[in-house]
């Protein structure tokens, strides 16, 4: 249980890392900040998003499960691959700063959903409060 543990802190930390790091580089791309375009703000994303995978990953290893065998993890999986698109499209396809903003804000949204998921262990996450 150690170690799960070690891996679930690693986990929790590591998200609440790349959503920063996404609130501040969209923040970043909105005041048109030159930072955006270092390449500590291109790399620093992808070692912290593989920290947070390989940390999930470790964890369905010790469960000795698999991902889509709850209906929970199948929704963070589901959202995180729209949390991506909708992130790309914010920070690197959006044509006008409106589409960039408005796909910051959707991800963000998308973000809130697949922490909620996580806290409730529920794929309704925060959507709970709604349907009720």
Not at 42 to 53: F, R, S, V, W
Not at 99 to 104: E, N
Request: proline share 2%; charged share 10%.
């Amino acid at each position: 249980m150690i170690l799960f543990d070690a891996l679930k802190t690693l986990h929790v930390l590591s998200a609440i890392a790349s959503i920063g790091g996404f609130i501040l580089r969209g923040y970043w791309m909105l005041t048109a900040n030159t930072l955006l375009a270092r390449r500590i703000a291109k790399t620093l994303p992808h070692i912290i998003d593989t920290i947070l995978l390989g940390s999930a990953v470790g964890m369905l290893l010790i469960w000795h499960s698999s991902p889509f065998s709850m209906s929970w993890l199948s929704a963070k999986i589901i959202a995180l691959l729209v949390y991506i698109g909708l992130g790309m499209v914010a920070l690197r396809f959006g044509q006008t700063r409106r589409v960039r903003t408005s796909f910051w804000l959707m991800a963000l949204v998308v973000a809130a959903y697949i922490v909620s998921v996580a806290l409730t262990k529920s794929a309704q996450g925060f959507f709970i409060v709604v349907i009720g």
